[in-house]
Nanobody
Framework: QVQLVESGGGLVQAGGSLRLSCVASGNMFRINAMAWYRQAPGKQRELVAS???????DYSDSVKGRFTITRDNAQNAVHLHMNSLKPEDTAVYYC??????????WGQGTQVTVSS
């Protein structure tokens, strides 16, 4: 079993920045990628960014150029650096881990609210 613990959410004004962190623990044998998803009220959960153990990243078009995902393999941690935040980025952000593209393990979520 893999446990994921997120931190770093909060309230920020439009144009501001936040960094989300997620630390994984447990059996990481079948984990080759970690990702951040988000879910806004009334919307489906969507993939924001992912990174594999080789450092290859992928981003949704809505965050390209503003968000950066980084991974610390030694710490089993992944971070999401969010810049130029917009009100439409408001959502609960979830950390996920698994064998890409199937993410079977999820964190509890952290709220990000961007005020206009």
């Amino acid at each position: 079993q893999v446990q994921l613990v997120e931190s770093g959410g909060g309230l920020v004004q439009a144009g501001g920045s936040l960094r989300l962190s997620c630390v994984a623990s447990g059996n990481m044998f079948r984990i080759n990628a970690m990702a951040w998803y988000r879910q806004a009220p009334g919307k489906q959960r969507e993939l924001v960014a992912s990174v594999n153990t080789g450092g290859i990243t992928d981003y949704s078009d809505s965050v390209k150029g503003r968000f950066t995902i980084t991974r610390d393999n030694a710490q089993n941690a992944v971070h999401l650096h969010m810049n130029s935040l917009k009100p439409e980025d408001t959502a609960v952000y979830y950390c996920a881990a698994g064998w890409y593209p199937s993410f079977r393990h999820w964190g509890q979520g952290t709220q990000v609210t961007v005020s206009s």
